[in-house]
């Protein structure tokens, strides 16, 4: 079966773009979760979608928003980019189920410039 | 959610037994303990996660001690291929659908040597 499958891998943006980062969750996940990974740091939570509803949210600026399509996969938006959004940003899907273990995709690698 | 603490780097020996400590004092009753790790320029990786009994699957053993204040995760015969930064998380316990945020601290960055 495949995995968390994230594109593009790497991305190049100028500050105060915008950038959509792409997810298609495992077959069969219905929930799907958007981390972003700043270099030698823990992963950080941004959004849960599950079934196409926003279930949590971390604490990023309303420049970054998400959603989640019918087919469950998702999509993260970030406007007005910054420096500081450089990052790995990661997708994880799970059953959905509260102690379902989290499956995460390799990342989009962003840099702006 | 419960804090995790973690030594920040381990070595071991290539097919030696690797036991990576983390302490969670503050642990809830209802909360699990889970493991990942992340290899290079992956997305981390689940390994494992029990509540208060001992848990083995084909990657790792979790070991909870008995007021679930620590664990141990085990990875009976390590090999060059488990070097990673490992991630001790306690799940808070969501309502419905919505339990998916894990906290990650900085982990432990094991390095297994030949």
């Known amino acids: 079966d495949a995995g968390v499958t994230q594109s593009p891998t790497h991305l190049i943006k100028t500050r105060g773009q915008h950038v959509t980062l792409r997810c298609s969750p495992i077959?069969?996940?219905?929930?799907v979760s958007w981390y972003q990974q700043v270099l030698g740091q823990g992963p950080q939570f941004i959004f849960q979608?599950?079934?196409?509803?926003?279930?949590g949210r971390g604490n990023f600026p309303d420049r970054f928003s998400a959603r989640q399509f019918p087919n469950y996969s998702s999509e993260l938006n970030v406007n007005a980019l910054l420096l500081g959004d450089s990052a790995l940003y990661l997708c994880?899907?799970?059953?959905?189920?509260?102690?379902?273990?989290?499956?995460f995709g390799n990342g989009t690698r962003l840099t702006v410039t | 959610d419960a804090k995790t603490t973690q030594p920040p780097s381990m070595d071991c020996a290539e097919g030696r037994a690797a036991n990576l400590p983390c302490n969670h004092s503050?642990?809830?009753?209802?909360?699990?303990v889970y493991w990942y790790r992340q290899i290079h320029s992956q997305g981390p990786q689940y390994i494992i996660h029990g509540l208060k009994n001992n848990e083995t699957n084909e990657m790792a053993s979790l070991i909870i001690t008995e007021d679930r204040k620590s664990s141990t995760l085990i990875l009976p015969h390590a090999t060059l291929r488990d070097t990673a930064v490992y991630y001790c998380?306690?799940?808070?316990?969501?309502?419905?659908?919505?339990?998916?945020?894990?906290?990650f601290g900085g982990g432990t960055r094991l390095m297994v040597k030949p």
């Open positions: 994880a899907s799970s059953l959905g189920g509260v102690y379902s273990p989290l499956h």
């Open positions: 998380i306690v799940r808070v316990a969501g309502q419905g659908n919505a339990g998916n945020m894990l906290t």
């Open positions: 077959s069969g996940h219905k929930s």
């Open positions: 979608y599950y079934e196409k509803e926003e279930r």
């Open positions: 503050t642990i809830s009753g209802n909360e699990y």
